[in-house]
Each structure stands twice: as C-alpha cells, then as structure tokens.
C-alpha cells in the first residue's frame, strides 16, 4: 500500500456503513479520502476520530464533488433500497433507486476517469461496491428492482473494465497495440497462489464469518 499513500480518494456515502470503513481504512493506510455524502456530519466525526488516532492519512468532508484535484482511486459504494415490487411498486420510487445505483455510479465513475485522464494518472483504480443481489434473485417481491439495479452494476463494471482495456490500446501506436494482444502476459501459477493466501488472510484478524465466493481473475489484456 506504500505507493498509494498521500494519493487522492473519493469514496460516496462515506458517512455510514461500508463507506465510512473503507474511508477509514484508506486514511489508516495514509491516503488522502474526500469522503462523500448528502450530510457530512458523520464524516466529519470520522475525520476527527481519524485525526486523534494519529492515522496517517487525510479525511475531507465534501459534499460529492470530484473535481478539485487529480483523482487516484475512486471507491463507488453509495446505493439505495426500497421496498418497491416489480407489481406495485412506485415510478417514483424506481427512479430514486435507479438514480443513486446506477446513474450515480456511472457518473462518478465518468467524472473520476476523466480525471485521472487529465493528471495522467498511470495506475488508478475505480472500484464498485455491489451486493450478492447482483448475482442472483431472492424469491422476495421487495428486492427484485433493486436486484436489477445491482445486476446493473455487475454489466457496468464488466463494460467498464472493456472501455478502459480499448482506451489504454487506443493511446498506442497500432502496432504496438497489436503486439499487446499477440504477446498477452498469461497468469502466473504464483499469481493464482496469491490469491489462495488473500481467501485465507482476509480480514484480519477473525475471517470466520466472512465467505468470499468468487474472485475473477484474468490477464490485463483480455478480451472478454
């Protein structure tokens, strides 16, 4: 984690929940996190908190935006439910949940690439926090929108990930480009080991009641 100390961290609704352990832990790990959120009033607990522990990193309370400075890493984890069924369930409601789970997302998303295209930011990171609801379908009514909301998210992250593969290519000489895929860099026995020994460290110290059920893991190059 050495080389993301001091970067810059936008991470949304970092007043609660997820958000605020993963806005805590970046600062534990000396980042500089703008923490994002309609109310910032628990966030700047947090900061004040992160501040007499002595953490090495900054905590900003904003109130999401994402423009006053080169962007390293963007942490996406705001997200909205409504107990709204697919048979009676309002347009209202449906379009709060799909503003925040999706149009937010791709929106911050949009606005931290752009940033980091701009500082020239080599090695950033966009990461979603989405839900098991994006994965499969609970036989419950109240939560079949809002799984089609985090479904969403899995074919957003998907697509981002291609974008950005094709944007990187389109940077380079054709040639080159070619060559990428022609001598595409496999994975490594010590890489798939690697990850063995994240299943079994994390979190630390008591992994017990954490299950992690899949990780996808794939050369840089790869298509699909």
Same mark, same amino acid.
């Given at each position: 984690? $050495? ?13 609660v929940?997820? !958000?605020?352990?993963?806005? &805590?832990?970046? @600062?534990?790990?000396?980042? =500089? ?8 009033? /628990?966030?700047? $607990?947090?900061?004040?908190?992160? =501040? ?10 904003? &109130? ?5 400075? !080169? ?5 996406? /984890?705001? !997200? ?9 369930g ?9 503003s @925040? ?6 929106i911050?998303? &949009?606005?931290?690439?752009?940033? #980091?295209?701009?500082? /020239? ?6 990461? /979603? ?15 079949h ?7 969403? %998210? ?6 981002? &990930?291609?974008?950005?593969? $094709?944007?990187?290519?389109?940077? =380079? ?9 022609e ?26 009641? @954490?299950?992690?059920?899949? %990780?996808? #893991?794939?050369?840089? $190059?790869?298509?699909?």
């Amino acid at each position: 984690m $050495e080389r993301w100390h001091d970067r810059l961290a936008p991470v949304t609704e970092a007043s609660v929940g997820i !958000g605020a352990a993963v806005a &805590r832990a970046l @600062v534990q790990q000396g980042l =500089k996190v703008v923490g994002c959120a309609c109310t910032v009033g /628990n966030i700047e $607990e947090l900061a004040a908190e992160s =501040k007499s522990a002595g953490y090495p990193g900054t905590l900003i309370p904003y &109130r999401c935006d994402l423009s006053n400075d !080169g962007i390293d890493i963007c942490i996406n /984890n705001a !997200g909205l439910g409504r107990p709204d069924s697919l048979l009676s369930g309002s347009t209202s409601g449906w379009k709060e949940i799909l503003s @925040v789970n999706v149009l937010a997302l791709s929106i911050c998303t &949009r606005e931290a690439y752009q940033s #980091m295209k701009e500082w /020239n930011v080599d090695h950033g990171h966009i990461i /979603n926090i989405n839900s098991m609801s994006g994965h499969r379908v609970v036989p419950q009514s109240v939560t079949h929108f809002y799984s089609a909301t985090k479904y969403a %998210i899995t074919t957003l992250t998907e697509g981002l &990930r291609q974008e950005l593969r $094709e944007a990187q290519l389109h940077d =380079k000489d054709p040639e080159k480009a070619a060559a990428t895929y022609e001598h595409m860099k496999c994975h490594q026995p010590e890489d798939v080991a690697e990850a063995v020994i994240y299943v079994l460290s994390t979190p630390p110290p008591t992994p017990a009641h @954490v299950q992690i059920g899949d %990780i996808q #893991m794939r050369p840089m $190059e790869q298509v699909t």
